[in-house]
């Protein structure tokens, strides 16, 4: 059973660029999570997806950030117009049911921002 | 809002010993998860421990144990017979009703050998 998948594992792109960071959950597992963290500190909840819904999006910005969950295929996020401050590790989690089973992360994409 | 608050940036440990990281954190929530994930330089996060508030029982798992005080905010984690492999950031968490995960800044660990 493979565990959550994420790629590309790095991502470098430029000013401007557009960004899509992929996560495929455990097998089984319908609930997605996107987590941010910046360098030096600690993971940063983003939004959280179950199949073809967003439940909760209340840590992502307003502007230029999108995710879904198709009913088919991987969670995506995505980043439009991509600046500096938007480098740093997105790490995707996915779980059977609510958060408070345990949560399995993947390993995280480092996105690039030149 | 909950908080999770790790005061300490980075410990050290002698190989075979034992540490404790510390943990603090305030919600307005009674019924919550408690958890301790480590992150090595590869990057990916391993749950170590986890603690559901409402049992009394510190969580134990191998070497690595909880201090679980309800009353006053406070979840530490306890690493007996330290391992070079140990050497990693750990952060604490936390998860109330909402399901998400708030995670403090992290602690980084080296283990001298």
């Known amino acids: 059973n493979a565990g959550v998948m994420q790629n590309p594992r790095h991502l470098v792109r430029r000013r401007g660029q557009e960004a899509r960071l992929r996560c495929s959950p455990m097998k089984g597992h319908s609930h997605v999570y996107w987590y941010r963290q910046l360098p030096e500190e600690g993971l940063k909840f983003m939004v959280y997806?179950?199949?073809?819904?967003?439940?909760?999006e209340s840590g992502m910005p307003k502007e230029r950030f999108s995710a879904e969950f198709p009913k088919e295929g991987p969670s995506i996020l995505r980043i439009q117009q991509v600046v500096r401050g938007d480098s740093a590790a997105y790490f995707c989690?996915?779980?059977?049911?609510?958060?408070?089973?345990?949560?399995?992360f993947g390993s995280g994409t480092q996105l690039s921002v030149l | 809002a909950q908080t999770v608050t790790q005061s300490q940036p980075e410990m050290s440990v002698q190989e075979a010993e034992t540490v404790t990281l510390s943990c603090t954190y305030d919600?307005?929530?009674?019924?919550?998860?408690l958890f301790w994930y480590k992150q090595p330089p590869s990057r990916q996060m391993i749950l170590v421990i986890r603690q559901e508030a409402y049992k009394q029982q510190n969580a134990t798992e191998n070497r690595f144990s909880v201090n679980f005080q309800k009353a006053a905010k406070s979840f530490s984690l306890k690493i007996s017979d330290s391992q070079l492999g140990d050497a990693a950031m750990y952060f604490c968490?936390?998860?109330?009703?909402?399901?998400?995960?708030?995670f403090g800044k992290g602690i980084t660990l080296s283990v001298r050998p």
């Open positions: 919600t307005s929530e009674s019924d919550y998860y």
């Open positions: 989690a996915s779980s059977t049911e609510v958060a408070n089973e345990k949560l399995f």
């Open positions: 997806l179950q199949k073809e819904n967003i439940i909760d």
């Open positions: 968490a936390f998860s109330g009703a909402n399901s998400k995960l708030t």
